[in-house]
């Protein structure tokens, strides 16, 4: 039985970086690591909260250094996600994280580039690329992101927001987010995974976001919810993300279910799948298990997945792709 098609439109493609890849790369490029091996590198995959994933995140981050290093990584991912049915990827990239080391915005965006523009012939899998920018740094420090990043705006669709999220409201990149849009960028933002509903709305009026990733808090806003639903703005929730950065206490606990009963479109995505716990399709498999949804609920999750994506409504693979959801056959279990 082949995977539920789905898109996957929350995923940081740093996340994606597994133990194994991430010891290959640092002994081609001489970089050293403060573990003894992969074993031991798992262990460190013990988050008690959002600061402790950043901390190993970003370290790990060193042995990404050529152009070669982001192929290899971003080629992984797709060939890891097509095996769990996905047919179209959104992916999101931190440049700061490595333009703050010393790898220039080109070797990132180039290499990148390199493996989603062979994606479909590959692994039949359609792309695009999502330049986030780090809400912890200045917004002149975004500004001047997007300023390098001008070269390469072929390859990159839209922009981001992500990092640590409490006391860095999006309002903080009101300019950055203008100056995207008049560069004809698309915009989406996390806002309300640690941070209140307020930022929600923030993300919605202030910088004009066409999607919110994750979104959760704003189960805690009736009115916000009603506005959501009413203007079909969709999030990206990361069930596993939010139970491994503690978010919720477990699976069992996850909003997902209200949010779809309460008619949010909502998708359902991995974040940083190397770190927590799994991928997109082992991501289905584990909401379905934990919140008990039907055949049904899984195939509106793959339907809004492609509802919610960039995909142009008069683009025929976005019929195709829907088209396959709607006459997926599950199998016996
Ligand atoms: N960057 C990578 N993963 C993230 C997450 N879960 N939240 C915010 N920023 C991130
Ligand atoms: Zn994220």
């Known amino acids: ?124 899998v359609s792309t695009q690329l999502i330049m986030c920018f780090l809400r912890d740094r200045s917004a002149d420090s975004a500004m001047a992101t997007l300023d390098a990043a001008k070269p390469y705006l072929h390859h990159i669709s839209g922009v981001g927001l992500d990092s640590a999220e409490a006391g860095n409201p999006p309002a903080k990149f009101r300019e950055v987010y203008a100056a995207a849009e008049s560069l004809g960028l698309r915009k989406v933002a996390h806002a309300g995974a640690e941070g209140p509903p307020a930022y929600i709305r923030e993300a919605l009026d202030i910088l004009g976001v066409e999607r919110v990733d994750h979104g959760l808090r704003a189960m805690e806003d009736p009115e916000l919810v009603q506005r959501l639903v009413r203007e079909r703005v969709p999030l990206t929730v990361c069930p596993l993300s939010n139970v491994r950065l503690r978010a919720v206490d477990t699976l069992e606990d996850h909003p997902l279910r209200a949010m779809m009963d309460a008619g949010l479109l909502v998708t359902v995505n991995s974040d940083d799948p190397a770190y927590f716990g799994g991928y997109v399709g082992d991501t289905f498999h584990a909401v379905r298990e934990a919140l008990g949804l039907d055949r049904e609920q899984m195939r509106q999750l793959a339907r809004n997945s492609f509802e919610a994506s960039f995909l142009d409504h008069d683009e025929p693979r976005r019929r195709r792709y829907l088209d396959a959801v709607d006459t997926y056959e599950f199998g016996g279990s």
């Open 1 to 124: 039985m082949p995977p539920l098609p789905k898109a996957e439109l929350h995923l940081h493609i740093e996340g994606t970086l597994e133990p194994e890849l991430a010891f290959d790369l640092a002994a081609r490029n001489g970089v050293a690591l403060p573990y003894t091996g992969t074993e031991d590198l798992r262990k460190a995959y013990l988050f008690t909260d959002l600061q402790s994933f950043f901390d190993l995140y970003y370290e790990l981050m060193a042995v990404l250094r050529t152009a070669e290093d982001f192929t290899e990584l971003a080629d992984a991912y797709l060939a890891r996600a097509a095996a769990q049915g996905v047919r179209h990827a959104e992916i999101f990239f931190d440049p700061q994280a490595h333009t703050a080391r010393g790898v220039p915005i080109g070797t990132v965006v180039e290499g990148l580039a390199h493996a989603l523009d062979r994606a479909d012939e590959r692994h039949g």
